[in-house]
């Protein structure tokens, strides 16, 4: 404004001056910023503009999580199916069917103005990936998650993700959605390797476990149709698609091998329940001893 009253003022020598201490006046600002969030994530306030799906903010603090129950009814429908053995495509076909609108269009209708930047406006369907986000979401155990992405710069206003390992976790912050045994539960089933068969929203009972026991890469399982009867069966990978002469196929039929793992879980069962029997009979013997250890001394006393 003064350069446009007085053109010549541009010239001055303290016009480079102020912009310096200008600048370096908002970096301080930014910097204080930064720290009086971070020191508030730290102390596990929620200062995030919106809350995550299955929560609302306390109205008695904004800093603070309360559960919505009826957005806490689909998170809890996620974990209960994906444990159930569907997959996460079959799982969001599930909420797609059953009309269940995905997260930022449930917002919307709560009467905020929110949409996910990868999400149409009017699109209310769930993608496979939201189901996902759900399932990896620390926050439904009841740990507060921040600081996942951030601000460049007060000069470059593009949001980037920060490396897991620097994100800021407090525990126990909130009421769990779900149960801390059954959020690791599922976590440890997301790290196997699974597919489904097209058509099939179910994961197989044993997908993501079976292994070559030469080359140690995983089990395709194949389907053989014929006239009367369908087989289902499973062979090594390697042997498949890399080289036949880098391992043998190792065909196994599924039926055979659930049977084989059946019998197998009920002789581990058979074994514990023999063994505490087994240890039971120990023990009473052991206090048999005692008790005639015992009358034996005070017969030679």
Wanted: charged letters at 25%.
């Amino acid at each position: 404004i003064d350069s446009v009253k007085v053109p010549s003022s541009v010239n001055n020598a303290l016009v480079s001056f102020k912009n310096i201490m200008n600048d370096e006046y908002c970096r301080d600002i930014s910097n204080k910023i930064r720290a009086s969030l971070d020191r508030k994530r730290s102390r596990g306030e929620f200062i995030g503009s919106f809350a995550s799906y299955g929560y609302l903010k306390d109205p008695q603090g904004h800093h603070k999580l309360i559960i919505d129950e009826d957005a806490a009814q689909t998170v809890r429908l996620i974990f209960e199916l994906f444990l159930g053995g569907m997959s996460i495509i079959g799982i969001s076909k599930h909420l797609n069917e059953l009309g269940i609108p995905n997260p930022s269009a449930y917002k919307r209708q709560l009467g905020f103005n929110y949409r996910h930047p990868a999400s149409a406006m009017n699109d209310s369907l769930w993608p496979d990936s939201s189901v996902r986000r759900v399932l990896r979401n620390r926050l439904y155990a009841g740990d507060m998650v921040q600081n996942k992405t951030r601000i460049k710069s007060y000069k470059i206003h593009r949001v980037e993700s920060i490396p897991e390992e620097d994100h800021i976790i407090v525990e126990n912050t909130h009421e769990a959605i779900i149960p801390r045994e059954t959020f690791d539960t599922v976590q440890q089933l997301l790290m196997r390797d699974t597919r489904t068969t097209p058509g099939i929203r179910h994961v197989s009972i044993f997908g993501g476990y079976l292994r070559c026991a030469d080359c140690n890469r995983a089990m395709a399982k194949k389907t053989h149709v014929q006239p009367y009867k369908t087989y289902h069966y499973y062979h090594c990978q390697t042997y498949r698609k890399a080289n036949k002469h880098a391992c043998t196929k190792h065909t196994i039929n599924e039926e055979k091998l659930y049977q084989a793992v059946l019998k197998t879980i009920q002789m581990q069962i058979e074994l514990a329940v023999s063994m505490n029997d087994l240890l039971e009979k120990v023990k009473a013997k052991q206090i048999t001893a005692s008790k005639s250890n015992r009358l034996d001394s005070m017969l030679t006393a």
